[in-house]
């Protein structure tokens, strides 16, 4: 898979970063400051979008408070401020911070699309349909298209998921390279995984449910329980029902609730992230 392409611009590389790679790759210049918070977090976004797009576009960040040469050239008004460069052209400037969704609108208008993400669209709309064999030919279509867009793979993963074929999915996810295993979606596919694992050896809900009433403290029916939970969308109640297991008896099995927690944590990361945060620093007073 191609990498981001984020460069930090001077007056000794600019000819070459920003005008010649122009004529090959949109290039989104970000000029920003230090001192200059919006700024910063417009580069925060740029990057992420970086991430995401993959090589498609050039992340240019002048740090206009030390390339002072550069600012005056480019007449620059106050930052955050970009320039968005193709074939040595100006296409748009504008000055402010922006939403994801408008920087991430801008650079599609610009990059021209990966063959492979279309076929990848088309295998989605084909599953949302029902049409699951078609939705299996399009991806293998896609791959073969672009072998490195592991984006592809990944919803291939979560197709096998939702048919209730889990081990085509795990055999898959384990197949991929590690930066498809550490995008989000794939830390979120291995949590979906792994929980559905062990839903797969529990009792019926109901039945979990009372167990508990007659045994709070049931370890593997907490556990079977918290992956119930983290399955179904209520993911606070899922840490809460680990959080406990972990408290009345960390060394089940071997130390599964911690890896249960772990887990659970790393899939969410994406998603909820201030969650995380929370619970992550709860697990930590745990351990010490």
């Given at each position: 898979m191609?990498?981001?392409?984020?460069?930090?611009?001077?007056?000794?590389n600019?000819?070459?970063?920003?005008?010649?790679?122009?004529?090959r790759?949109?290039?989104?210049?970000?000029?920003?400051?230090?001192?200059n918070?919006?700024?910063?977090?417009?580069?925060?976004?740029?990057e992420?979008?970086?991430?995401?797009?993959?090589?498609?576009?050039?992340?240019?960040?002048?740090n206009?408070?030390q390339?002072?040469?550069?600012?005056?050239?480019f007449?620059?008004?106050?930052?955050?401020?970009?320039?968005?460069?193709?074939?040595?052209?100006?296409?748009?400037?504008?000055?402010?911070?922006?939403?994801?969704?408008?920087?991430?609108?801008l650079?599609?208008t610009?990059?021209?699309?990966?063959?492979?993400?279309e076929?990848?669209?088309?295998?989605?709309i084909?599953?949302?349909?029902?049409?699951?064999?078609?939705a299996?030919?399009?991806?293998?279509?896609?791959?073969k298209?672009?072998?490195?867009?592991?984006?592809?793979?990944l919803d291939?993963?979560?197709?096998?998921?939702?048919?209730?074929?889990?081990?085509?999915?795990?055999?898959?996810?384990?197949?991929?390279p590690?930066?498809?295993q550490?995008?989000?979606k794939?830390?979120e596919?291995?949590?979906?995984i792994?929980?559905?694992?062990?839903i797969?050896?529990?009792?019926d809900?109901?039945?979990l449910?009372?167990?508990?009433?007659k045994?709070?403290?049931?370890a593997?029916?907490?556990?079977h329980?918290?992956?119930?939970?983290?399955?179904?969308?209520?993911?606070?109640n899922?840490l809460q029902?680990l959080f406990?297991?972990?408290t009345?008896?960390?060394?089940?099995?071997?130390?599964?609730?911690?890896?249960?927690?772990?887990?659970?944590?790393?899939?969410?990361?994406?998603?909820?992230?201030?969650?995380?945060t929370?619970?992550?620093?709860r697990?930590?007073?745990l351990?010490?």
């Amino acid at each position: 898979m191609s990498q981001a392409m984020i460069v930090d611009v001077t007056m000794n590389n600019i000819q070459e970063m920003v005008m010649q790679n122009s004529k090959r790759l949109p290039v989104l210049i970000s000029f920003w400051s230090p001192l200059n918070e919006q700024s910063k977090l417009a580069n925060t976004i740029l990057e992420k979008l970086a991430e995401e797009f993959a090589g498609q576009f050039i992340l240019a960040k002048i740090n206009a408070a030390q390339q002072k040469e550069i600012a005056e050239k480019f007449s620059l008004p106050e930052v955050p401020f970009y320039k968005l460069i193709k074939n040595g052209e100006i296409i748009t400037e504008q000055q402010g911070l922006f939403a994801e969704a408008d920087y991430r609108q801008l650079l599609e208008t610009q990059i021209e699309k990966d063959p492979s993400e279309e076929m990848r669209e088309q295998a989605n709309i084909a599953f949302a349909e029902g049409r699951v064999e078609d939705a299996i030919e399009l991806f293998g279509e896609a791959a073969k298209t672009n072998p490195n867009n592991f984006k592809i793979h990944l919803d291939l993963v979560s197709l096998y998921l939702q048919t209730g074929h889990l081990d085509k999915a795990q055999t898959l996810l384990e197949k991929l390279p590690d930066e498809a295993q550490n995008d989000p979606k794939g830390k979120e596919l291995a949590g979906v995984i792994f929980f559905s694992a062990v839903i797969a050896e529990a009792d019926d809900i109901q039945n979990l449910q009372e167990t508990l009433a007659k045994d709070p403290n049931n370890a593997k029916a907490l556990h079977h329980l918290a992956a119930f939970l983290m399955l179904n969308g209520q993911v606070e109640n899922a840490l809460q029902t680990l959080f406990k297991l972990f408290t009345v008896n960390r060394s089940y099995e071997d130390g599964l609730p911690q890896k249960s927690i772990l887990k659970a944590l790393e899939m969410l990361t994406d998603k909820a992230p201030e969650l995380v945060t929370v619970y992550r620093r709860r697990f930590q007073s745990l351990l010490f």
